[in-house]
């Protein structure tokens, strides 16, 4: 076969998270014991109340196509999100329902995208961003960021790196796989660059912002910034707030232009999002909230323990993340004994943990830590890094 793949699909990697967390489950299969803190998933078991409406939708028969963006029920529960949680006041017709939030990701670039337009993405950045944006014949613009900044950009950096060619800015926080968040003065800051830059729509992925340890409110432009509302799609959905990544629901809200063309690519692609998911995440977003309370102070100790455990081991080093469940750890003192970080993720997965190299993030010299995990295990994970590095 002379041409076995498309040029579309050359252009793009498999997902390393997916690839780690598959070798982990080969080995543990195996036999062997291995703490598996690549995979970015809250352990915590789904609210019963949500399980339960599941069932009901099950009993009541809702087993038929839905509208192709989401029920009506299920679109006013994403707009009750969009206010409530975000800020964001938007009509149900500027909402859409896909099939987790990494496909409206993928239908917003797809539906937008031509070759040559850019994307600036910041870095290090979630696997999927660049390889939807290549897949879609767009040209990644890395916005590096380090941890000495705290992974924050500067509105100069930004200024730099937009050309007329721009199409999209890449805003994500909390971030995966930082934990960063944007604060509002450097939003505001992002505003004024981008009124000078009118042809620049912004993805906005805030599906980590129930998951904030810092008592700040979460920020984000969209409702910051109204006069920008209409060039901002906001992602969000309910698989790490609440605990719903196989359910596959997530949302976007933006400009109708642009809903209306995801929703005409998402009609001859999956279809509606899955009936059953959309009754559990109407109950996941109108019922109680108050186990996230719970829930965010486990992370935030699961998140000091591993930070403090970390930072006592020679050469390793993370800040303290703000959000979402990952650590950035920089190995760089031991870059000389392993070369890059692709060998010291195996070194540690030959030591019995798993975690995911930061140069698959478009970082560099060091990996991510998910501690989405109980704290024994995590404790031990830390222990065996300590072991395997010393
Ligand atoms: C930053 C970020 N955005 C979006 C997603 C997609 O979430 P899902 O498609 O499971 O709703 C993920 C999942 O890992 C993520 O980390």
């Known amino acids: 076969m002379s041409k076995p793949i498309s040029a579309a699909l050359s252009r793009i990697s498999p997902s390393q998270t997916a690839a780690m967390t598959d070798r982990a489950l080969a080995l543990k299969e195996r036999g062997r014991d291995i703490i598996s803190l690549s995979v970015g998933e809250p352990d915590f078991q789904t609210p019963a109340h ?5 069932k009901r939708a099950l009993d009541a028969g ?15 529960a994403a707009a009750l999100h969009y206010a409530r949680d975000l800020g964001i006041e938007v009509p149900v017709s500027q ?8 496909q409206a ?16 993405i910041p870095s290090p950045w979630w696997v999927s961003y660049p390889e939807i944006v290549r897949f879609a014949g767009g040209t990644v613009v890395p916005l590096e960021t380090g941890a000495a900044a705290g992974f924050r950009f500067t509105a100069e950096a930004l200024e730099a790196a937009i050309t007329p060619k721009t199409r999209w800015l890449l805003l994500n926080s909390p971030g995966n796989p930082t ?34 340890y810092t008592g700040e409110p979460h920020v984000t432009l969209a409702a910051l910034e109204p006069d920008l509302a209409d ?14 990544t196989g359910l596959r629901i997530g949302f976007a809200a933006g400009p109708a232009w642009l809903i209306a063309a ?26 109680p909230q108050d186990f ?6 486990r992370f935030r100790a699961r998140r000091d323990l591993v930070v403090a455990g970390i930072n006592a081991i020679p050469g390793l080093s993370t800040p303290v993340p703000e959000g979402a469940f990952y650590c950035m750890v920089d190995a760089t003192p031991h870059m000389a004994r392993f070369g890059d970080d692709g060998t010291l993720a195996m070194h540690l997965l030959d030591h019995g943990v798993a975690i995911v190299q930061a140069s698959a993030f478009g970082g560099r010299d060091g990996f991510r830590i998910s501690f989405a995990m109980d704290e024994a295990s995590l404790a031990e994970a830390v222990r065996r890094i300590g072991a395997a590095l010393a």
Not at 50 to 54: G, N, P, S
Not at 95 to 102: F, H, M, Y
Not at 108 to 115: E, H, Q, S, V, Y
């Open 50 to 54: 949500v399980i339960e409406a599941a």
């Open 62 to 76: 809702q087993t038929k196509y839905t509208a192709i963006g989401g029920t009506a029920r299920m679109k006013a």
């Open 95 to 102: 909402i859409t329902v896909s099939a987790g939030g990494k």
């Open 105 to 120: 990701i993928f239908h917003a670039f797809l539906a937008t995208l031509d070759p040559g337009d850019e994307v600036v």
């Open 179 to 212: 934990g960063a968040t944007y604060p509002a003065a450097l939003l505001r800051q992002v505003a004024d660059v981008l009124r000078c830059h009118p042809q620049v729509l912004v993805l906005s992925d805030d599906i980590y912002a129930p998951l904030i």
């Open 231 to 244: 060039r901002i799609l906001t992602i969000s959905g309910v698989s790490k707030s609440h605990a719903l």
């Open 262 to 287: 995801m929703e005409k690519l998402q009609s001859h692609n999956s279809g509606n999002p899955a009936s059953i998911s959309q009754a559990a995440a109407v109950a996941a977003l109108e019922g």
């Open 292 to 297: 996230l309370a719970d829930w965010r102070t």
